[in-house]
């Protein structure tokens, strides 16, 4: 039977990245497990398929070879994988634990152990809307655990050192052979860490970190957005007994504006203008972040224009250009008006009638026309 394509074995597109990859063999490889699936020939033949798609598309020179070649380019390769004992030597079995991680962990009893790095942090902050658009230097207090002083992270006394753990031998793994190959796991006595402390800090009672308050400061960039994350690198919860520490990701909330709304770099809002303003046209007063900024009212302007002033947005990150501010326009009418104001305004009216509102005058002879047919079907 001809060999399928990996791409439709592993189901991803190909142009997908290794993370989207790993994520499908994970997958399918646990759906497949022969020792999930006990006496299914079948499950094992789709476990030997999927392993051996994601053999040849994680390697970026096999992969190269097949996206030109197909098959024909790596099949003495797999043929050396599978009929040559090629289990043990293969890229594939060598980071096994870390492509299943806690998946086959559970599965198997144990935890994949991926080797001690600290963990990620994230920190919610608060800006305005004139903040994200200058852009903001921020000092952050984080509470966070880091690396001992007195032992420099590795849990042991000063003067004293770790010894190698007895039952993994100081690898900080032990190996399971189920059905046809072999997973190792984390230890179970050193919990993946290969040692063992005879002598435990006083500091920091063995675990190589304690708790405190770290504080740094953090540049924002201009224009940054609502839900933005801004990853800081290595200012994460430190590492046990001494690997690298995570990441800080500060997230971005932004505080609602009492004019403005923001959508991506450009900036809206809706501004009255008075029935006359909008007849005759006028220069009015708008505000922007930047300032008061004078615009004007072109004559005949109705509810519901807008004015578009280019470059009075916010910094754009993507484009490194500046956004626009949309002003739309709302004809307010007034609730109080004096008796002058009232006899002025009822003389206008009678002056001119519907000619001057083509609208009205429209609507009103649509209006008339549905009465009179009502009429007719009444009568």
Known sequence: MAKRDYY????????????????????????????????????????????????????????????QYGHAGVDDQMHDFWGGGGFQDSHVFRDFGDIFGDVLGDFFGGGGGRGGRGSDLRYRLGMTLEEASAGKEVELSIPKQVTCDTCHGSGAKPGTNPIPCSTCGGHGQVQMSQGFFAVRRACPTCQGSGRRIESPCTSCRGGGRVHQQKSLKVRLPAGVYDGAQVRVGGEGEAGEHGAPPGDLYIVVELQA??????????????????????????????????????????????????????????????????????????????????????????????????????????????ARKFWDDLSSEVK
């Open 8 to 67: 439709e074995v592993l189901g991803v597109d190909r142009d997908a990245d290794l993370n989207a990859i790993k994520r499908a063999y994970r997958k399918l490889a646990m759906q497949n497990h022969p020792d999930r699936n006990p006496d299914d020939e079948a499950a094992a033949e789709r476990f030997r398929e999927v392993t051996e798609a994601y053999e040849v598309l994680s390697d970026e020179d096999k992969r190269a070879r097949y996206n």
């Open 257 to 366: 504006h009492s004019i403005f709304e923001r959508e991506g770099p450009d900036l809206h809002y809706t501004m009255p203008i008075t029935f006359p303003q909008a007849v005759f046209g006028a220069e009015v007063e708008v505000p922007t972040l930047e300032g008061r900024l004078r615009m004007k009212i072109q004559p005949g302007t109705e509810t519901g224009k807008v004015y578009r002033l280019r470059g009075h947005g916010v910094p754009d990150l993507r484009t490194n250009g500046q956004g626009d501010l949309y002003v739309k326009t709302r004809i307010a009418v007034p609730n109080k008006l004096s008796k002058k104001q009232s006899e002025l305004l009822r003389a206008f009216a009678d002056a001119t009638g519907d000619e001057v509102y083509p609208e009205c005058s429209s609507f009103l002879d649509k």
